[in-house]
């Protein structure tokens, strides 16, 4: 079995089936991380343009570590320095790097859309590293990956995800992937920040995050997008952190053996205390680690890997 597309746009259009490969793969190439030599030829005489034109840490740098341990050339595209700056436009620059023969495009943008136009327009795979406010789907994929990791299952958990969520791409490819794989969702924010009718996704809505996180196995909690703040959605970053804000004592209204999850960036002291995100329920930076994995089962599996011979490479780093 192999994904039915040849790019990864987002999570709403996989089938479970596809989810659970992208997972299992990303499990079996971990271990190429764990090794001296963290690096195996599969991608080898592959390129990927790495396209962000709105700014990250986690997203670039995994995808960057990723194309290397699997042996692909890397172009990071910088738009300060392109001819975006002059007025081309994103299409005419797509086609331009595409006339380069790239295997894939990574993009990264703040329109919704823009890998969709990118993925119409070029021959190569194109894969959403977020798209505005739309999707984000490798993070929802290393976001399974911990939970898996963690609780050994998706099906059947209860997760919470709280904060704002009316920009989040994060949640979205969240909703869609954990709904499909068989999770109860719950979201709590301000009401300003839900937006109307998301409850038509699968999911059930608290206004008082204590409700949402009574007895859950998974708390996601989700960055204030301070920059996308168009108008005022709450009073005060104080009173955010003290109605939605994640501290131990409200950790405590879930189960036990709950962890606690975060894309980043985390702005401590608004969305989530210190003590919180630095302490024992905390996978923060596990995701982190496994969004290293899941990138490099991403462009394996859209590069034809599965049943395409590459197992025996990835298993052994001479061949
Ligand atoms: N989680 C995430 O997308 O982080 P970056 O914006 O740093 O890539």
């Not at 991608?43 to 740098?61: A, D, W």
């Not at 002059?86 to 495009?105: C, S, V, W, Y």
């Not at 059930?204 to 920059?227: N, P, S, Y």
Request: charged share 25%.
């Amino acid at each position: 079995m192999n994904l039915r597309s040849p790019h990864l746009l987002g999570i709403e259009p996989l089938a479970s089936e596809e989810i659970t490969l992208i997972l299992d793969t990303a499990e079996s190439l971990a271990q190429i991380s764990q090794r001296e030599i963290k690096k195996v030829p599969t991608l080898r005489g592959r390129t990927v343009v790495n396209f962000f034109v709105e700014p990250s840490t986690r997203t670039r740098s995994s995808f960057e570590i990723a194309e290397k341990r699997l042996s692909a050339d890397s172009l990071n595209f910088s738009p300060g320095a392109s001819s975006l700056v002059k007025g081309e436009t994103l299409a005419d620059t797509a086609r331009n790097l595409e006339a380069m023969a790239p295997d894939f495009i990574v993009i990264r943008h703040s329109e919704p859309g823009a890998p969709h136009m990118l993925a119409r327009i070029c021959r190569c795979s194109v894969i959403n590293a977020g798209d505005g406010a739309h999707e984000h789907p490798t993070q929802a994929l290393l976001d399974a990956y911990t939970i898996r990791q963690k609780k050994g299952r998706i099906a059947g958990l209860r997760v919470a995800i709280v904060g704002d969520i009316l920009h989040s791409r994060v949640v979205r490819s969240n909703i869609f992937l954990l709904r499909k794989m068989g999770a109860e969702v719950v979201l709590s924010g301000p009401p300003t920040l839900i937006p109307q009718g998301i409850e038509r996704l699968g999911v059930k809505v608290e206004g008082r995050i204590e409700a949402a996180l009574e007895g859950v196995d998974v708390i996601m909690m989700l960055r204030v997008q301070l920059e996308r703040q168009t108008r005022g959605y709450f009073p005060s970053l104080r009173e955010y952190f003290r109605l939605y804000g994640l501290t131990a004592p409200r950790v405590r209204l879930a189960r036990p053996d709950a962890i606690i999850m975060h894309p980043g960036p985390i702005n401590r002291g608004v969305e989530i205390d210190s003590e919180v995100a630095d302490g024992p329920w905390s996978v923060i930076l596990e995701q982190v680690t496994n969004g290293v994995a899941v990138r490099m089962a991403v462009l394996y599996l859209l590069s034809g890997g599965a049943g395409g011979g590459a197992e025996e490479e990835i298993r052994n780093p001479e061949a």
